[in-house]
Each structure stands twice: as structure tokens, then as C-alpha cells.
């Protein structure tokens, strides 16, 4: 990675995971979920099928199906590719070391520690690109797509999961930000083949 990006990487990362209060570590362990595929394709078909035709639904949940998988798949070949640590694998090796040197360094989380607040599930590998995040601009990209309108907000939901995913300690910043690149840019293409070669979809349906 870039000296300068990775630099900015991890002050961002530190800036974000270390302004916590009991109330947001509560609300973002709750919200974060909304980029797991679980909850999120659920809620999309849920969707779909209050807003869209029948004869029109069921396209659209086959183009859902496939957009959402090729960009999960996608973004999980980047994860093995890439093989980046997990901010708390990454600064646990770094905390490591400094007390090799010789470092007395506080305990509990913090900047100062060098051990992120994570909120929720310890995870320590396969960190570039965020999986969640990618889910959630996924699922925006369907849902603008396919409805239009007012449903670009869903993409102020999926920034604040790609946000949560940082505040949580799983993620750092530029992980979130390749991982909606990834889920925004395959959908949209699918979603331009899809229109082009199966079904030519409108978004003032029904």
C-alpha cells in the first residue's frame, strides 16, 4: 500500500474507533448487522415485493440474486488476494514488537495502547475489502436501480454500515471504501446487462 494512504488509513481508523460512548458501542453491534447478507437480502425481497408488479418481482429478485453474488464473490477473491490483517491482528503485531523493544505501554483500548475497541466479534484476518460494506452498497445499488426516487437514501444506510464496521474495530476506513466500490460497481453492472439482455426494467413500477 501506499506510505501516504496507509498513513491516513490508520489515523482515520483511530480517529473513528476511539470516539466511543456505551450508547453508540450498543447501537452500531445492532446496526452493523444490516450488511450481513442474512439481513439484508430478507429485507430486499421484502421490499421488492411490496414496490414491484409480480411479472416484474420476480426479475427483479434474479437480478438481486445474481448482482449481490457476483459482488460477493468478487469481493471475497480481493480478500484472499490481498491478505490484509484486521486492525486488531494488525496492531496486536504492533504492540508486540514495541514491548519487545522495551515499550511501557498502557492497558485497554486506545491509541496510546495500540489495542482497537472492538465491539462484537474478534476477528483478525481478511480485512481488504469489507464484505459488509460491500452487502450494503450492493443492496443500495439494487434497491436505487430498480425503484428510484427517494430510495438513494439507501445508500446514507449503507455508508453509516460501512462506517459501522470501523467504529466497531473490524475494519479500517479504506477497507470499507473498496468493499462499496466493489458492491456499487459489479451491481451496476449486472443491472446494465440484466436491462440490456433480459429484461428492460422500469423504475416508475409499479
Known amino acids: 500500500m501506499i506510505p501516504y494512504l496507509h498513513t491516513l488509513d490508520v489515523e482515520l481508523f483511530w480517529r473513528i474507533n476511539t470516539t466511543r460512548t456505551p450508547?453508540?458501542?450498543s447501537f452500531f453491534e445492532l446496526f452493523t448487522n444490516l450488511g450481513s447478507a442474512w439481513v439484508a437480502v430478507p429485507v430486499i425481497v421484502a421490499v421488492l415485493l411490496l414496490r414491484m408488479r409480480r411479472g416484474t418481482w420476480v426479475h427483479a429478485i434474479v437480478f438481486m440474486a445474481v448482482a449481490m453474488s457476483l459482488s460477493g464473490i468478487v469481493n471475497s477473491s480481493i480478500k484472499s488476494l490481498a491478505g490484509r490483517p484486521r486492525p486488531l491482528r494488525y496492531f496486536g503485531m504492533q504492540r508486540t514488537d514495541a514491548i519487545e523493544d522495551g515499550a511501557d505501554l498502557p492497558p485497554g483500548p486506545g491509541r496510546e495502547s495500540l489495542m482497537p475497541h472492538v465491539v462484537g466479534p474478534r476477528w483478525k484476518h481478511r480485512s481488504f475489502p469489507s464484505g459488509h460494506a460491500n452487502t450494503a452498497f450492493s443492496s443500495a445499488m439494487v434497491l436505487f436501480m430498480l425503484l428510484g426516487g427517494w430510495w438513494?437514501?439507501?445508500?446514507?444506510?449503507?455508508?453509516?454500515?460501512?462506517?459501522s464496521r470501523v467504529y466497531v474495530g473490524v475494519h479500517f476506513p479504506l477497507d470499507t471504501v473498496a468493499g462499496a466500490f466493489v458492491g456499487a460497481f459489479v451491481t451496476h453492472l449486472v443491472f446494465i446487462a440484466y436491462h440490456k439482455w433480459v429484461y428492460p426494467f422500469q423504475k416508475d413500477e409499479p
Do not use: K, Q
Open 152 to 163: 438513494f437514501l439507501a445508500f446514507v444506510i449503507a455508508a453509516l454500515v460501512a462506517y
Open 23 to 25: 450508547t453508540l458501542d
